[in-house]
C-alpha cells in the first residue's frame, strides 16, 4: 500500500487535534480539580456523587432544623428556669409568713403578692419566638392562655381544670394517621354532643351529600371523587348540613345558630389537600365539649433530624425516630385535679392561695388547715413542673449529641464526594503538565515530518 503525503498530513492533524483536546481537557481539569467534566465521562463515579450530594444536602436539612429547634428551646428553657426560680422563692416565702397569728394585713398582702405571681405565669407561658408560642403545643400560631370573664385558666380556649372547651364541642376525625378536627363553634356549643361523624369519599358520586341517624347519632357526610379538604369546609357551612343539623337537633330552625362557625383544624390539615377514602371517630366519645386535658399535655410535633423517621407495622410514625418539638404549657402548670378535688394546675392554685388569705371569716388554725392541700399541691405541681422541664433539658442534650454527629457525618460526606469528584491539584497539574509535553512534542514531530514542498515555496 502506498502512502501519500496527503495521508500522512491527514493522519497527523487529526492526531494533533486529539492531543489539543486533551491538553485543554487537562489544562481544566488543573483549574477545577473536577475528575470529570459530564457525567458521560465516567457515569458510575457521576452517579455516587450524585449521591452523595444528596446526603449532604439533606444533612444541612437536618442540621438547620435542630439549630431552630435548639434556638427556641434554649429560649423556652430560660425561661421555665426563671419561673421555677421565682415560684419557689415566692411560695416558700409565703408559707413560712402564713401562721395562726397572722394578721389580716399581713395576710392581704401575702395574697397580692401570690396574684402578681400568678399573673406572671401567663405572660411567661405566652412568650413567643421567631413569630411561634412555645407553649402551645401544635397550635404555635395563637396565643395558649387565656383568661375568661369568671377568672378561669383557658388553654387553647379549654378550662385547664374541667378540660371544657369554650369554644363548642368538637371531634376528631383519623384516615390512618392524618386527623381532622372538626370544630362547631360557639353558637352550635355542646349540642351535638354524643353524636358521632363519619366523611367518606365515594369515586362514583358527583355530588356531596350529608345525613342524620338520629337513632345512633351518626352524622354521616359523602364527598365526590376528588374532593378537598376545602369541599368538606364548604358542605359543613353549607345548606345540607343546616338540615341535617336541623333534624340531629329535634328543632324546626337552626337560624340562630351561626353554621359559618364549624371549622376545620388539625396538624394534617390542609384545605388544598385531597381527602382520603374514610374518616371515621378516631375516640369512643364522638362529639363533644370536653377536652382530654391528658392529651393535650401529652401532645406531639414531630421534626426530622435525620434519625430515620421510620413507621411502626400499624402505620404510625416510630417515635424513636423523630424528634418531639411540642412544649404544651399545662404539661408544666399541671392540669385538672387531684384525687381529693384540689386543683393541679398552678395559675388555679394561686388564685385558691389568695382568696383563702383574703378571706376574713378563717382565722387561726382554720386558715393553716384550708391551706395545707391547698400548698400540698402546689408544691406537687412546682415539683412537676421541675420534672417536665428537666425532661426538656435531656431532649435538649440529645439534640446537642445528635448536631454534633450530624456536624461529623458533613466533614465525612464532604470528604467523600470530594474524593469521588475530584482529584487532587497535585495530579491534576501533573497530568496537566505532561499532556503540554506530549502536545508540544508533537508541534516539533510535525515540523519534522511536513517538510516544505516546492509548491510551498511557489505559492
Same mark, same amino acid.
Given at each position: 500500500m502506498r502512502i501519500t503525503m496527503s495521508m500522512i498530513q491527514e493522519r497527523y492533524k487529526n492526531n494533533l487535534n486529539s492531543s489539543k483536546t486533551l491538553y485543554e481537557k487537562y489544562a *481544566? #481539569?488543573?483549574?477545577?480539580? #473536577?475528575?470529570?467534566?459530564?457525567?458521560?465521562?465516567?457515569?458510575? $463515579?457521576?452517579? #455516587?456523587? =450524585?449521591?452523595?450530594?444528596?446526603? &449532604?444536602?439533606?444533612?444541612?436539612?437536618?442540621?438547620?432544623? &435542630?439549630?431552630? &429547634?435548639?434556638?427556641?428551646? +434554649?429560649?423556652?428553657?430560660?425561661?421555665?428556669?426563671?419561673?421555677?426560680?421565682?415560684?419557689?422563692?415566692? &411560695?416558700?416565702?409565703? *408559707?413560712?409568713g402564713i401562721t395562726s397569728s397572722s394578721s389580716q394585713s399581713d395576710r392581704n398582702t401575702l395574697a397580692d403578692t401570690l396574684l402578681s405571681a400568678r399573673d406572671s405565669l401567663v405572660s411567661n407561658m405566652n412568650s413567643s419566638a421567631a413569630g411561634k408560642y412555645l407553649f402551645a403545643g401544635s397550635a404555635s400560631e395563637s396565643v395558649p392562655f387565656t383568661v375568661d370573664s369568671d377568672g378561669n385558666l383557658l388553654y387553647r380556649g379549654i378550662n385547664v381544670n374541667t378540660g371544657k372547651n369554650s369554644n363548642g364541642a368538637c371531634e376528631t376525625i383519623s384516615a390512618g394517621d392524618k386527623d381532622i378536627q372538626i370544630n362547631f363553634g360557639k353558637t352550635i356549643g355542646d349540642k351535638l354532643n354524643g353524636y358521632k361523624i363519619s366523611v367518606s369519599v365515594d369515586g362514583s358520586a358527583t355530588d356531596n351529600t350529608a345525613s342524620v341517624d338520629t337513632d345512633n347519632k351518626t352524622i354521616s357526610i359523602t364527598m365526590a371523587k376528588d374532593s378537598t379538604k376545602g369541599d368538606l369546609q364548604d358542605v359543613l357551612n353549607g345548606t345540607d348540613t343546616s338540615t341535617v343539623l336541623t333534624t340531629a337537633l329535634n328543632t324546626t330552625s337552626l337560624s340562630d345558630i351561626d353554621l359559618s362557625g364549624i371549622t376545620l383544624s388539625g396538624i394534617t390539615y390542609t384545605k388544598s389537600d385531597k381527602l382520603d377514602p374514610s374518616y371515621t371517630d378516631s375516640g369512643t366519645e364522638g362529639i363533644t365539649d370536653i377536652v382530654s386535658l391528658k392529651d393535650l399535655a401529652n401532645e406531639k410535633v414531630y421534626v426530622d433530624i435525620g434519625l430515620g423517621m421510620t413507621q411502626n407495622e400499624d402505620g404510625s410514625l416510630n417515635e424513636q425516630s423523630a424528634y418531639n418539638t411540642a412544649s404544651p404549657g399545662i404539661s408544666f402548670l399541671g392540669y385538672g385535679h387531684n384525687?381529693?378535688?384540689? $386543683?393541679?394546675?398552678?395559675?388555679?392554685?394561686?388564685?385558691?392561695?389568695?382568696?383563702?388569705?383574703?378571706?376574713?371569716?378563717?382565722?387561726?388554725?382554720?386558715?393553716?388547715?384550708?391551706?395545707?392541700?391547698?400548698? +400540698?399541691?402546689?408544691?406537687?405541681?412546682?415539683?412537676?413542673? =421541675?420534672?417536665?422541664?428537666?425532661?426538656?433539658?435531656?431532649?435538649?442534650?440529645?439534640?446537642?449529641?445528635?448536631?454534633? =454527629? *450530624?456536624?461529623?457525618l458533613n466533614t465525612n460526606l464532604v470528604t467523600e464526594e470530594s474524593a469521588i469528584a475530584n482529584v487532587s491539584p497535585f495530579t491534576a497539574i501533573t497530568d496537566w503538565s505532561q499532556q503540554v509535553y506530549f502536545y508540544k512534542a508533537a508541534l516539533q514531530v510535525g515540523t519534522q515530518l511536513l517538510q516544505p514542498s516546492l509548491i510551498d515555496y511557489m505559492s
Open positions: *481544566l #481539569r488543573a483549574t477545577t480539580t #473536577r475528575a470529570y467534566d459530564k457525567p458521560s465521562d465516567d457515569p458510575l $463515579n457521576c452517579a #455516587r456523587s =450524585y449521591d452523595v450530594q444528596q446526603s &449532604i444536602t439533606m444533612n444541612n436539612t437536618y442540621q438547620s432544623n &435542630i439549630s431552630s &429547634i435548639e434556638d427556641t428551646q +434554649n429560649t423556652a428553657d430560660s425561661i421555665l428556669s426563671s419561673m421555677y426560680t421565682t415560684l419557689n422563692s415566692t &411560695i416558700k416565702t409565703q *408559707l413560712e384525687d381529693d378535688g384540689v $386543683n393541679e394546675n398552678m395559675y388555679s392554685l394561686l388564685t385558691d392561695m389568695a382568696s383563702t388569705l383574703k378571706n376574713t371569716s378563717l382565722s387561726g388554725q382554720d386558715l393553716v388547715d384550708t391551706m395545707d392541700p391547698l400548698s +400540698n399541691s402546689f408544691t406537687d405541681s412546682l415539683n412537676n413542673m =421541675y420534672s417536665q422541664h428537666s425532661k426538656l433539658g435531656t431532649d435538649m442534650k440529645s439534640l446537642e449529641t445528635t448536631q454534633t =454527629y *450530624l456536624s461529623g
